[in-house]
């Protein structure tokens, strides 16, 4: 995605040297564009509002693992998989996309009259990519 002044972000605090406060993510709004990577935010605390107009995109580096793996990486407790996952980890004083959260309610179900259960599988994985890769160009689709 391409960032644009007014969407929400997360910004990720610093935290403190001595661990009494962690490095968390914080609700933020952009409120200028440098760069592709450096952005002006807005971050929302629970105590304040803090501006910074040179804040820098981190990825947070997530390994993505087998995809035939059926794990929910992001709703686990587990930071990686046995499939090879490594949950993103993100830098302090950065800015990155909101995480998605996954659901179990509103699941995409794949079932094309004729078609085998593990063809119904591949299809759904087939479907998942390529929105991922419309995600990543930043096309927006209904």
């Not at 993103?88 to 509103?106: D, L, M, N, Q, V």
Request: glycine share 12%.
């Amino acid at each position: 995605m391409i960032p644009t002044v007014g969407q929400t972000v997360h910004y990720v605090s610093h935290g403190t040297p001595g661990g009494e406060y962690k490095s968390e993510c914080r609700a933020a709004i952009i409120t200028e564009t440098n760069t592709s990577d450096t952005v002006g935010l807005c971050v929302l605390n629970p105590t304040g509002m803090l501006f910074n107009r040179t804040v820098t995109y981190h990825d947070g580096a997530e390994t993505p693992g087998d995809p035939a793996c059926e794990g929910l990486h992001a709703a686990g407790p587990l930071r990686y998989c046995a499939c090879g996952w490594i949950e993103a980890s993100y830098k302090g004083g950065t800015w990155h996309w909101p995480e998605r959260t996954p659901t179990r309610e509103h699941p995409i179900v794949v079932n094309i009259p004729g078609v085998s259960d593990a063809n119904h599988a591949d299809i759904g994985r087939q479907v998942v990519e390529a929105i991922k890769k419309y995600e990543g160009r930043g096309d927006n689709f209904a």
